[in-house]
């Protein structure tokens, strides 16, 4: 694009999946787009995770609505573009009497309907081969979530936008500078009406004032995956156990939460210490991803631990029963979260300019209806 200036009506930066989202619910409006992204393909956190669509993660009301709508776009793009897209539900698993009173409870609150149902153990253990029967209690079985390839979702969307919507793709190219109706990149100028920024854990490039003054930060999650599991053997839904229910705000109205968490912290100190809950997903090939941490700052520490990856496996085998767990890959993501207990930050730093970050790890969830709400603002 060196030369004369480019001119669109909406320039998009960052094609992670916020960006990705808000190409798409703009050119859906009928609006020329362009893509920036800085490099030749994007390689932060939108490849570094699960590739879990996770409504039962969210709490009852607009976020429950928003990752509901998201799973809805998902599987339409998923259908056109000819990607990966598992419907496979999710289960969480009870080895506990508080796991499974906190599942009653979240059944039989707001949380409960969508199709989410509890299982006792044998029903579970007939359902769910992959998961490992000695101890079990029971389940919560939910059919709302859904899984993609990450890696593949992220790396060939871009081209499926360009030609399903004429979104123009301008990659391997950095955004220096956003001025009224322009955009200074390290390949020229882009005219736009509309800028909208999904930096994601960049803080520094564009508005960094505001970032600094933002209740923000960055998060980093450590992450392995296996090699292909036999052809004859399936995940099933995705998995996690009592962890995983500390962890997320959809459960924090079951009045016997603060009890397992206590339970939690002094059972499994070391997993509290360095926010572990333990999730399993399965990709297309039938490899299995495994994680996470969350270890929070704005300064990330470069050096994964050996000792984080042994405690997510050590407390997925109390639930998991799988052919091989044999890791083939070992990494770590970065993505932004808010500290206030927000979704979301959005905000317009200046005329025609539109910020949208802090999703932290459920961007993939939400990212799609976000962006239908934000591009609708934007008239």
Same mark, same amino acid.
């Given at each position: 694009?060196?030369?004369?200036?480019?001119?669109?009506?909406?320039?998009?930066?960052?094609?992670?999946?916020?960006?990705?989202?808000?190409?798409?619910? @703009?050119?859906?409006?009928?609006?020329?787009?362009?893509?920036?992204?800085?490099?030749?393909?994007?390689?932060?956190? *939108?490849?570094?995770?699960?590739?879990?669509?996770?409504?039962?993660?969210?709490?009852?009301?607009?976020?429950?609505?928003?990752?509901?709508?998201?799973?809805?776009?998902?599987?339409?793009?998923?259908?056109?573009?000819?990607?990966?897209?598992?419907?496979?539900?999710?289960?969480?698993?009870?080895?506990?009497?508080?796991?499974?009173?906190?599942?009653?409870?979240?059944?039989?609150?707001?949380?409960?309907?969508?199709?989410?149902?509890?299982?006792?153990?044998?029903?579970?253990?007939?359902?769910?081969?992959?998961?490992?029967?000695?101890?079990?209690?029971?389940?919560?079985?939910?059919?709302?979530?859904?899984?993609?390839?990450?890696?593949?979702?992220?790396?060939?969307?871009?081209?499926?936008?360009?030609?399903?919507?004429?979104?123009?793709?301008?990659?391997?190219?950095?955004?220096?500078?956003?001025?009224?109706?322009?955009?200074?990149?390290?390949?020229?100028?882009?005219?736009?009406?509309?800028?909208?920024?999904?930096?994601?854990?960049?803080?520094?490039?564009?508005?960094?004032?505001?970032?600094?003054?933002?209740?923000?930060?960055?998060?980093?999650?450590?992450?392995?995956?296996?090699?292909?599991?036999?052809?004859?053997?399936?995940?099933?839904?995705?998995?996690?156990?009592?962890?995983?229910?500390?962890?997320?705000?959809?459960?924090?109205?079951? *009045? *016997?939460?603060?009890?397992?968490?206590?339970?939690?912290?002094?059972?499994?100190?070391?997993? @509290?210490?360095?926010?572990?809950?333990?999730?399993?997903?399965?990709?297309?090939?039938?490899?299995?991803?495994?994680?996470?941490?969350?270890?929070?700052?704005?300064?990330?520490?470069?050096?994964?631990?050996?000792?984080?990856?042994?405690?997510?496996?050590?407390?997925?085998?109390?639930?998991?029963?799988?052919?091989?767990?044999?890791?083939?890959?070992?990494?770590?993501?970065?993505?932004?979260?808010?500290?206030?207990?927000?979704?979301?930050?959005?905000?317009?730093?200046?005329?025609?300019?539109?910020?949208?970050?802090?999703?932290?790890?459920?961007?993939?969830?939400?990212?799609?209806?976000?962006?239908?709400?934000?591009?609708?603002?934007?008239?």
């Amino acid at each position: 694009m060196e030369g004369a200036a480019v001119k669109v009506e909406v320039v998009v930066v960052g094609a992670g999946i916020v960006g990705l989202a808000h190409a798409r619910a @703009a050119a859906r409006r009928g609006l020329r787009v362009a893509l920036v992204e800085r490099t030749e393909r994007a390689v932060g956190a *939108s490849v570094r995770n699960f590739g879990l669509l996770w409504p039962i993660g969210q709490p009852e009301g607009p976020r429950h609505a928003r990752a509901l709508r998201s799973r809805e776009i998902w599987a339409e793009v998923a259908r056109d573009a000819g990607l990966f897209f598992s419907p496979g539900g999710s289960l969480h698993l009870a080895y506990h009497a508080d796991e499974w009173q906190v599942l009653r409870e979240y059944v039989a609150g707001p949380g409960g309907g969508y199709g989410r149902e509890l299982l006792d153990a044998p029903a579970v253990a007939a359902r769910f081969p992959a998961v490992r029967p000695a101890g079990l209690v029971g389940g919560l079985w939910s059919p709302t979530e859904a899984t993609v390839d990450p890696r593949e979702a992220i790396g060939r969307l871009p081209a499926w936008l360009a030609a399903a919507h004429g979104v123009e793709l301008v990659f391997g190219t950095t955004v220096r500078e956003i001025r009224p109706s322009r955009v200074l990149t390290s390949r020229g100028e882009i005219e736009a009406e509309q800028v909208i920024v999904c930096s994601g854990a960049d803080f520094e490039t564009l508005y960094p004032e505001q970032f600094r003054a933002a209740a923000i930060t960055r998060c980093k999650l450590q992450m392995l995956r296996t090699g292909p599991q036999p052809a004859t053997w399936s995940l099933g839904p995705a998995l996690c156990a009592g962890l995983t229910l500390a962890h997320y705000d959809s459960f924090q109205y079951c *009045s *016997s939460l603060p009890a397992l968490r206590e339970r939690l912290q002094a059972a499994l100190p070391f997993h @509290a210490a360095h926010g572990i809950h333990v999730l399993v997903s399965a990709t297309a090939a039938g490899e299995l991803t495994l994680g996470d941490s969350h270890a929070y700052g704005l300064t990330v520490d470069p050096f994964d631990r050996e000792d984080i990856n042994t405690a997510i496996l050590g407390y997925l085998d109390t639930f998991l029963q799988a052919p091989s767990l044999a890791i083939a890959e070992r990494w770590h993501g970065v993505y932004p979260k808010m500290t206030d207990g927000s979704s979301e930050l959005v905000f317009s730093p200046e005329p025609g300019v539109t910020v949208v970050n802090g999703l932290g790890g459920a961007g993939m969830t939400l990212s799609f209806g976000l962006a239908e709400e934000v591009v609708a603002r934007l008239g």
